[in-house]
Structures are given as structure tokens and as C-alpha cells.
T-cell receptor, first 111, second 110 residues
Framework: QKEVEQDPGPLSVPEGAIVSLNCTYSNSAFQYFMWYRQYSRKGPELLMYTYSSGNKEDGRFTAQVDKSSKYISLFIRDSQPSDSATYLC???????????FGKGTRLSVIA | DGGITQSPKYLFRKEGQNVTLSCEQNLNHDAMYWYRQDPGQGLRLIYYSQIVNDFQKGDIAEGYSVSREKKESFPLTVTSAQKNPTAFYLCATQGTDIQYFGAGTRLSVL
């Protein structure tokens, strides 16, 4: 079993839809959880960062962490064509170790 | 990209040639990373360095080499031993938990 599992998609939604992106993981030692957005031919950029369990909201984006289920989610409200990108989840144990990344989910928002 | 500069943006390698990808940062981060990204493969860790003059192999280090002589710089050499070098290469730095990425170098074989 891979440490981090992420559905690669592609996921195609109409503009204005609510998007749900998810990752599952097997290592219960993960404490830090991140979502990165990567546009085509660009480097990933940090979108959301959470520590331990709970929710975090930033504008149209909400990150959720459920450590009991080893499951994290990213919700995008009122999705826009500019949200079309690949979304990568990433996790860390202590902050001093390399991040473990999911393979990314490719999202297309159709106008 | 922030304070991470990768160069060149595009690079072409001839058969049997070594090429070096540059990564420079001004974020004063101790840790630096090199990833390879192939379509549908996600990010695969090549090498990382948590301190000057020290580095560790990642998951796919064969055919690659690195050095870390300065805190600001972490160049990656793709050697002739890497038989399938065509990919998008990303450099990252890490401050506490968060990694910051450069814009990437796209390497192709002539």
C-alpha cells in the first residue's frame, strides 16, 4: 500500500460547482498536511496548510483533516476556469523530513 | 517562484553528455530538494540536502549527482548514466514544514 493515495482524475466540472478533492494515507505519524496547486508547466504553489485534525478556510477553499480516518480533503466553492490545474496533497511527520506527496488530481473547470 | 530561481527553463541533452541544472535560493532555508516529474507520475524525490556539505539520496538517485557547497545553491547534474532523462525537474526549499518550489527546468534529449 502506498503511503499516500490520491485519485489522479481527470475531474471535469462545470463553472460554479463545488469540487471535492481527497487523499488517504497510511502513516498515522503524519502531523502536517498541505495542498499544492500546479498549473501546467509551472512549479507547485502552496494553497492550504493545516496542522493535525480540523478544518481551515481561506476564501473559496476549505481544507479538512480527519486523522482518525487518515483522510484529508480540499473543497473548492464556486469553482472557476482559473481553478483548472493539478492539485497535489502532501504530508509531513515532523517538519524536518521530506514531504510525502500524492500523485496529484487533474481538475478542469468548464465555463 | 518566490526566492527560488531555477535555470535554464529549457535544456537539451545530447547522447552521453552530462548536464547541470541550477537552483539558487534567497529564502535562507537550510533544506533543499530535487524532484523529477513525469506525466501522471507525481513528484519523485531525487536528492535532498538539509545542511551545507551534506545530502541524501531520494527514491530515484541513480544517474544523478548533486553538491551543496553553499546554503544558497543546490545544483543537480544529470549524468550520461541516466538513460531516460526527459522530464520536468523541480527544485524546492523547505522552511519548517512547508516546501516552496521553483519554476522548473524541462529537460529533453536531442
Amino acid at each position: 500500500q502506498k503511503e499516500v493515495e490520491q485519485d489522479p482524475g481527470p475531474l471535469s466540472v462545470p463553472e460554479g460547482a463545488i469540487v471535492s478533492l481527497n487523499c488517504t494515507y497510511s502513516n498515522s505519524a503524519f502531523q502536517y498536511f498541505m495542498w499544492y496547486r500546479q498549473y501546467s508547466r509551472k512549479g507547485p504553489e502552496l494553497l492550504m496548510y493545516t496542522y493535525s485534525s480540523g478544518n481551515k478556510e481561506d476564501g473559496r477553499f476549505t481544507a479538512q483533516v480527519d486523522k482518525s480516518s487518515k483522510y484529508i480533503s480540499l473543497f473548492i466553492r464556486d469553482s472557476q476556469p482559473s481553478d483548472s490545474a493539478t492539485y497535489l496533497c502532501a504530508m509531513d511527520i515532523s517538519g524536518n523530513t521530506p514531504l510525502v506527496f500524492g500523485k496529484g488530481t487533474r481538475l478542469s473547470v468548464i465555463a | 517562484d518566490g526566492g527560488i530561481t531555477q535555470s535554464p527553463k529549457y535544456l537539451f541533452r545530447k547522447e552521453g553528455q552530462n548536464v547541470t541544472l541550477s537552483c539558487e535560493q534567497n529564502l535562507n532555508h537550510d533544506a533543499m530538494y530535487w524532484y523529477r516529474q513525469d506525466p501522471g507520475q507525481g513528484l519523485r524525490l531525487i536528492y535532498y540536502s538539509q545542511i551545507v556539505n551534506d545530502f541524501q539520496k531520494g527514491d530515484i538517485a541513480e544517474g544523478y549527482s548533486v553538491s551543496r557547497e553553499k546554503k544558497e545553491s543546490f545544483p543537480l547534474t544529470v549524468t550520461s548514466a541516466q538513460k531516460n532523462p526527459t522530464a520536468f525537474y523541480l527544485c524546492a526549499t523547505q522552511g519548517t514544514d512547508i516546501q516552496y518550489f521553483g519554476a522548473g527546468t524541462r529537460l529533453s534529449v536531442l
